[in-house]
Structure formats: structure tokens, C-alpha cells
């Protein structure tokens, strides 16, 4: 079992900066790949950015690609999503998640967090 627990979400002005951290428990949790995903008000959720479990390699979405990094602290069992030059668009909940597969479907990650809420005001 994976737990993961994000926070840094909270409310910020269109071209502000804010950090996504998403804090992982459990015994295999070092060996996953991290994704992050974000849901808007009436929208489904939709992929953000993914690390492989090693931080080796990376991908993002044509959406955020240029303003948002992601990156991952083993030592720490902690994934980053770096978000700057923040859209009203990029409004959202943003969920991590772990999993074993290298893809952008939610269906292939079997852990998320409960979600930290992003509301960026114009």
C-alpha cells in the first residue's frame, strides 16, 4: 500500500508561483512512478505531469509545458510540482498519484491523494 498526501495548494494571482508537494508512505512508495493530475469545477480529471520513480525521466502536458516542472526527492519520499506564471485556467484540484505504468490514463494509477485545492484569481 501507498499513502500520498499532497499540500501547497491555496489561492494566487494570475502569474503567481506556488508549490505542489506530494508526501508518499509505505513500503514500495520510492519504487513508483508520480503522477499529478488536476479536475476543474465540472471537468474531468486530466493529466498534469509524471516523473519516473527515479526522477530519470519526465513528461508533462502540452498545457503546462514551459510553466510548470515537476521533480521528486526520494530521500525525502516527496514529489514537487513547481506551477509558475499561474493561468485563471489552471484553476483546479490537483491530485498525485503513484503507479507502476509510464502513462497519462487515471486508470493506471492505483493510489491517489485526497487533493489540494488551486484557485488562481485574474
Known amino acids: 500500500q501507498v499513502q500520498l498526501e499532497e499540500s501547497g495548494g491555496g489561492l494566487v494571482q494570475a502569474g503567481g508561483s506556488l508549490r505542489l508537494s506530494c508526501v508518499a508512505s509505505?513500503?514500495?512508495?520510492?519504487?513508483?512512478?508520480m503522477g499529478w493530475f488536476r479536475q476543474a469545477p465540472g471537468k474531468e480529471r486530466e493529466f498534469v505531469a509524471l516523473?519516473?520513480?527515479?526522477?530519470?525521466?519526465?513528461i508533462l502536458s502540452d498545457s503546462v509545458t514551459g510553466r510548470f516542472t515537476i521533480s521528486k526527492d526520494n530521500a525525502k519520499d516527496t514529489t514537487y510540482l513547481q506551477m509558475n506564471t499561474l493561468k485563471p485556467e489552471d484553476t483546479a484540484v490537483y491530485y498525485c498519484?503513484?503507479?507502476?505504468?509510464?502513462?497519462?490514463?487515471?486508470?493506471?494509477?492505483?493510489?491517489w491523494g485526497q487533493g489540494t485545492r488551486v484557485t488562481v484569481s485574474p
Open positions: 516523473i519516473a520513480w527515479n526522477g530519470g525521466n519526465w
Open positions: 509505505g513500503r514500495t512508495s520510492r519504487t513508483k512512478n
Open positions: 498519484a503513484a503507479t507502476n505504468s509510464w502513462s497519462r490514463k487515471t486508470g493506471d494509477y492505483a493510489y
